[in-house]
Nanobody, 124 residues
Framework: DVQLQASGGGLVRPGGSLILSCTVS????????YGWFRQAPGKDREGISA????????IYANSVKGRFTISRDRTRNTLYLQLSNLKPDDTAIYYC?????????????????WGKGTLVTVSS
C-alpha cells in the first residue's frame, strides 16, 4: 500500500522544540518530492516546507523560516521536520505529503498523496 505515516506530535511549551517524522512505504522514496503542511484551528491549510528528491534543496514559508528545518533519510525512507522556538501560533495538525519530482513547491495543488496528521500543541 502507498502510505505516509506522520508521528511525533505532542504538547510543548513556548520556546521549546519538537521533531516530527514521516515514514513512507509502497513507492520509490527517491522519485518524489516531499512537503510539510499544517492546519491550525479555524484556519486554512498552510504549506510550510518542502524538500527535493534529487538534490535535497529546501524551501520554507516565511512563517517558519529560521525556526523549522526539513530533512530526509533515504536509508530509512523517512522525512523529518525539526520545529524550534515554538510559538502558540504554531499549534496545528501537521501533515506530510508527496509530490511528483518536477518542481519544488509547498502549494497543496502539486501533492498527490497525503499522510494522516499529527497534532502539535504549543502552550504553557
Amino acid at each position: 500500500d502507498v502510505q505516509l505515516q506522520a508521528s511525533g506530535g505532542g504538547l510543548v511549551r513556548p520556546g521549546g522544540s519538537l521533531i516530527l517524522s514521516c515514514t513512507v512505504s509502497g513507492f520509490a522514496f527517491d522519485e518524489y518530492n516531499y512537503g510539510w503542511f499544517r492546519q491550525a484551528p479555524g484556519k486554512d491549510r498552510e504549506g510550510i516546507s518542502a524538500i527535493s528528491s534529487s538534490d535535497g534543496s529546501t524551501i520554507y514559508a516565511n512563517s517558519v523560516k529560521g525556526r523549522f528545518t526539513i530533512s530526509r533519510d533515504r536509508t530509512r525512507n523517512t522525512l523529518y521536520l525539526q520545529l524550534s522556538n515554538l510559538k502558540p501560533d504554531d499549534t496545528a495538525i501537521y501533515y506530510c505529503a508527496r509530490a511528483p519530482a518536477q518542481l519544488l513547491s509547498f502549494q497543496a495543488r502539486y501533492y498527490d498523496t497525503w499522510g494522516k496528521g499529527t497534532l502539535v500543541t504549543v502552550s504553557s
